[in-house]
């Protein structure tokens, strides 16, 4: 009898570490774009003897996101975001701000700037399926201060199924 | 029976690990900023110096200006700021220029004696950005450099490494 039990429970868990993940997965985010900037002595406030221009904007619409397989117009979702590094200063700070709803479902929050830190923070929020949410991106903190190099950092959007 | 229960908190473990991989995905996109090399000089100025007077007994009164200024932007570390003419001074006159260090970075070489090769100025100079450091021009000559008319000389300065 105890044989039977545990075969039972073994079979009941097998499937679920060998199928894979995408199989099960009902709500999926995409991301369109990405962001570069050259900053040179063009980007002096008044030229020789000036500092850089400490703040730089991109297009409204620089990145876009889709949210898709969620189960009708009430499946609310999260938007979770942070960054991973790659070559970074320390001097500078990554922003984002949600331009548009998007087409579809429901869109909520991050309509202000917030700093991207290596933490997940929520962003934004919604329900249904939505697509073509622009955000747009900020830095901050550029200066002579930093030294001349290509620096790189990867901003993660997480959508969590909060229902 | 321990083993049984063994068995069954893995199945619930295993269960709410997936229900947490079933309700989330993540998208990525790259930012990039490419801080280019910035190594700006600009001079302002252009000062007549005239070698007019003596006291007797004694060679001419060297003259100074010291209405120039130069502004310096520069991202990188360890620059300096070297002078020359464009080309020799007469025999017997002597023109030096002193450049101020700016402010919080580098070292000011004091009054240096152009010549038509690169003569360093200021040296040891790193991520600044000042348009104030003052340059100072001074001329003199020797009674052997006899009655000389009007010259001009361009006096170039270069930031580097």
């Keep these: 009898m105890r044989f039977s039990i545990r075969t039972f429970i073994i079979f009941l868990l097998a499937p679920l570490f060998f199928v894979p993940k995408t199989a099960y997965a009902d709500i999926s985010i995409t991301v369109i774009g990405n962001w570069s900037e050259t900053i040179d002595k063009n980007d002096l406030l008044s030229g ?6 400490s703040t730089y904007t991109s297009a ?7 949210i898709r397989g969620t189960k009708g117009i009430n499946d609310a979702w999260r938007i979770d975001i942070r960054k991973v590094d790659n070559n970074w200063s320390n001097n500078l700070h990554p922003y984002v701000m949600r331009t548009s709803d998007g087409k579809g479902g429901r869109v909520s929050g991050g309509t202000s700037y917030q ?6 923070t929520p962003f934004f929020s919604g329900s249904g399926m939505v697509k073509g949410i622009n955000i747009q991106l900020r830095l901050t903190g550029a200066s002579i201060q930093i030294r001349p190099s290509s620096y790189s950092t990867v901003l993660y959007y997480t959508v969590v199924d909060i229902q | 029976m321990k083993r049984l229960k063994f068995l069954l908190l893995a199945a619930a473990l295993a269960l709410a690990l997936n229900r ?16 280019q090399a910035i190594n700006e000089i600009e001079v302002t100025g252009s000062p007549i110096l005239t070698v007019a007077s003596a006291v ?7 003259v100074t200006d010291s209405l120039s200024t130069c502004a310096i ?26 450049v101020a260090a700016p402010s919080g970075s580098g070292t000011s070489q004091g009054c240096v004696t152009l010549t038509t090769s690169a003569s360093n100025v200021v040296t040891g100079i790193s991520h600044v950005a000042d348009s104030s450091p003052t340059i100072t021009y001074k ?6 450099a006899g009655v000389l008319s009007t010259d001009a000389r361009t006096v170039t300065f270069t930031l580097s490494d």
Excluded: W
């Design chain 2, 73 to 98: 932007t520069t991202n990188g570390a360890n620059k300096r700021i070297t002078a020359s003419i464009d080309t020799a001074m007469p025999a017997y006159v002597t023109l030096k220029v002193c």
């Design chain 2, 139 to 144: 001329l003199s000559a020797d009674v052997q």
């Design chain 2, 20 to 35: 947490t991989a079933l309700g989330a995905d993540v998208g990525t996109h790259l930012m990039t900023f490419d801080f």
């Design chain 1, 48 to 53: 020789a003897g000036s500092d850089l221009q």
């Design chain 1, 60 to 66: 409204s619409g620089q990145v876009s996101i889709d």
């Design chain 2, 56 to 62: 007797a007994g004694e060679q001419p009164q060297e």
């Design chain 1, 115 to 120: 700093e991207v830190t290596d933490i997940n």
